[in-house]
């Protein structure tokens, strides 16, 4: 049975909000092994940054950047790429932490003059996927435009065709997510893209197995030799993101918990985990304690339901979330890097 045009709206808003609760509460374990992060943050799913509350990294600022793009510029795929490329600019602005090598190269060339198509460097990290889901979700409907707007979308900062490969699997999962409400059948259609890219095919033959088998996502973790926790190389993030994805896709604490107790890049695959849970089941499927414990400006979580919500129902609203904003988030960035800071001296002491 096909969704209804509210199940639709409630599935494209999930994916931006899903989005970011995931990469909220998997923030503060993000470059943990399982082991440690287990020893320090022992008990159930909650926000931990600050006070049981959270904050949001670049993953959700790329993705409000991208839903922002799309609502200017949904049919004009160069046009799209200029309005992205002009975010990210201003957003480096904001000294965004822990912004990865390979983004802020391509934003400095940016800088210097090249166009978007042009302004990518070779890197297979994992940051084209922080942009995805939200792609994926809008064009749930028509693939052919989900495959142009996640090349343009890649090649503004990465050019290696395995980042472009890993985010339009995941774009594609949020589509498959909107548009059926569960993730039945998604691992067969991941598996036909995948042919082309060897290594990739090899783990998403492994998830089939483990799926199948029942297994954990700690133990097809493992499998693919990720025990240590998962890293920000493409082909890690995406298979494990879909397998906890896949194993729960309605179920938004399951499926996030899983990803973030496997260690390593947590806020990234947590931030994708949500956003496809998110467009699968709904943003009324994220439970509302996650939300409301995020302490975010200026791109707040009313604002980010706003975007959502636009951008479900493709009211052509202006959100900007750049120049007008660049003050208020270098005083958001300078607390949330003394936070960050913090939080790495805090990992000096035990347990260890």
């Known amino acids: 049975m096909s969704a209804s045009r509210a199940e639709i709206e409630d599935r494209v808003a999930g994916a931006v909000l899903g989005g970011a609760a995931g990469d909220a509460l998997g923030l503060p374990m993000e470059g943990l092994s399982r082991r440690r992060a287990h020893r320090m943050f022992p008990g159930p799913l909650r ?19 991208t839903a922002a793009a799309l609502l200017r510029h ?5 046009n799209f790429a200029q309005a992205m490329g002009w975010k990210l600019r201003c957003w480096l602005l904001g000294i965004p932490a822990g912004i990865g090598l390979a983004t802020l190269r391509a934003i400095l060339r940016l800088w210097l003059g090249l166009a978007p198509n042009r302004s990518g460097v070779p890197s297979a990290g994992n940051g084209p996927a922080m942009r995805a889901s939200v792609i994926g979700a809008v064009f749930h409907d028509d693939e052919r435009r989900l495959r142009h707007f996640i090349r343009a979308s890649t090649r503004i900062t990465h050019t290696d065709a395995r980042a472009k490969r890993g985010a339009l699997l995941i774009a594609m ?19 036909r893209e995948s042919a082309r890219q060897d290594e990739l095919h090899h783990f998403l033959k492994l998830a089939n197995d483990h799926l199948r088998g029942g297994s954990t ?4 973790a493992h499998a693919i030799d990720l025990s240590r926790g998962v890293t920000g190389y493409i082909n890690h993030t995406v298979p494990v ?6 194993r729960s896709p309605r179920a938004f604490e399951q499926a996030v918990g899983d990803c973030i107790g496997l260690g390593g890049d947590t806020d990234t695959t947590a931030a994708i985990v949500g956003a496809l849970v998110g467009a699968t089941a709904g943003a009324s499927a994220i439970p509302q304690r996650f939300l409301d414990g995020l302490i975010e400006f200026p791109r707040s979580v009313k604002w980010m339901r706003r975007l959502a919500g636009d951008l479900a129902t493709r009211r052509q609203q202006d959100h900007r979330a750049t120049v007008a904003f660049v003050p208020a988030l270098l ?4 607390l949330f890097l003394m936070i960050v800071l913090a939080h790495g001296v805090r990992r000096l002491l035990p347990p260890y």
């Open 47 to 65: 926000h931990r940054l600050l006070l049981n509350r959270g904050m949001c990294s670049d993953d959700t600022e790329h993705a409000c950047m």
């Open 74 to 78: 949904p049919n004009h795929v160069a």
């Open 173 to 191: 999962a949020a589509a498959h997510g909107v548009r059926h409400g569960s993730a039945d059948g998604f691992l067969d259609v991941a598996l």
């Open 217 to 220: 996502p700690s133990a097809f």
């Open 241 to 246: 993101a879909l397998y906890c994805w896949m």
């Open 331 to 334: 005083l958001r960035n300078l």
